[in-house]
C-alpha cells in the first residue's frame, strides 16, 4: 500500500485529508509542522507528499526545497494543497520543487485523480504488467522492462554534465544551481540532443498536462535556465521560432 505523508497544521483539513486518502486505499501519516515531517520522510520513505505552504515554522516552500536536496528521497512525487490561489504563489511552488498544486477549498475525487496521476508519473502505482513481472528473476524482468531498473545515469553535452544520482548539475566543473523544473527542462533536452521539443510537449512532460497556465511559463524558464548556464546568448539552448528549443 503506498504511504502518503500530509503536512498540514489545521486539524480539521488534516484528519479530512487522512479519511479521504484512505478511502483511496492509500495509507496516510499526517504531521502538524514540517520539520516533523522532514525528520520522518529521511527515515521511512513515503510515496508522496501532500504540503500546505503556511506552516508554523517552516513553511512548505522551504521544506520541499529541502526534500529536493536529499539524495535518497529528493525525487518523491510532492503536491501543494494551499489556500493561497493567485498565479505568483503556483509558479513560486512548481519552482520551488512540487508536481502539483491545488487550492483550497478541494474537491475529494479531483484530489484522487491528481494522486493518483502522480503516483503513475513517477511509476509507484504498477500496471497489471509490471505486477507480473514482480515473479520473474531479476533478470528477465530487467529485459522485459527494458531497463527500468538500472542504475541513475549520467547525461552529458558539452560542458554540462547531469547527474541523476546527485541530481545536479555541472557546467565547466562547477555546479549549476537550478530549480527542480529548469532541472527537468535540461534532462528532458539533454536526452533528446538533436530533438525540437515543443513548447506544449515541453509543459506537458515537465509541468503535467493538469498544467492550465499558458506556453510563455516555458520561455520563462528557458530563459533562466540559460543564465545559470552561462548561455545568455542562446549559443548552447537554441530558439527554434514558432516552435520550441533544442541543443545545438
Aim: negative net charge.
Amino acid at each position: 500500500m503506498e504511504k502518503i505523508y500530509i503536512i498540514e497544521d489545521d486539524l480539521n483539513i488534516r484528519n479530512l485529508l487522512s479519511i479521504a486518502i484512505s478511502g483511496f486505499q492509500y495509507e496516510p501519516c499526517a504531521f502538524e509542522n514540517a520539520e516533523d515531517a522532514l525528520k520522518q520522510i529521511e527515515k521511512d520513505r513515503p510515496d508522496l507528499a501532500i504540503f500546505d505552504l503556511m506552516l508554523p515554522g517552516m513553511d512548505g516552500i522551504e521544506a520541499i526545497r529541502r526534500i529536493r536536496q536529499m539524495p535518497e528521497v529528493g525525487d518523491i512525487p510532492i503536491m501543494i494543497l494551499t489556500a493561497k490561489d493567485k498565479e505568483l504563489d503556483k509558479v513560486v511552488g512548481l519552482d520551488g520543487g512540487a508536481d502539483d498544486y491545488m487550492v483550497k477549498p478541494f474537491g475529494v475525487l479531483e484530489l484522487g485523480a491528481r494522486i493518483r496521476s502522480l503516483l503513475r508519473r513517477r511509476g509507484s502505482l504498477k500496471s497489471p504488467e509490471e505486477s507480473q513481472e514482480e515473479g520473474k528473476a531479476p533478470e528477465a524482468a530487467e529485459a522485459h522492462s527494458g531497463g527500468r531498473n538500472r542504475e541513475k545515469r549520467q547525461l552529458a553535452y558539452k560542458d554540462i554534465v547531469l547527474d541523476e544520482g546527485r541530481h545536479e548539475v555541472m557546467v565547466k566543473g562547477q555546479p549549476a544551481e537550478l530549480t527542480n523544473k529548469e532541472y527537468k527542462l535540461l534532462r528532458y533536452l539533454m536526452e533528446r540532443p538533436s530533438f525540437v521539443a515543443t513548447r506544449d510537449e515541453l509543459l506537458n512532460s515537465i509541468w503535467g498536462y493538469e498544467y492550465d497556465g499558458e506556453s510563455r511559463t516555458v520561455d520563462m524558464h528557458i530563459k533562466s535556465l540559460r543564465q545559470k548556464l552561462g548561455d545568455e546568448e542562446g549559443n548552447l539552448i537554441q530558439t527554434v521560432r514558432g516552435i520550441g528549443y533544442k541543443l545545438k
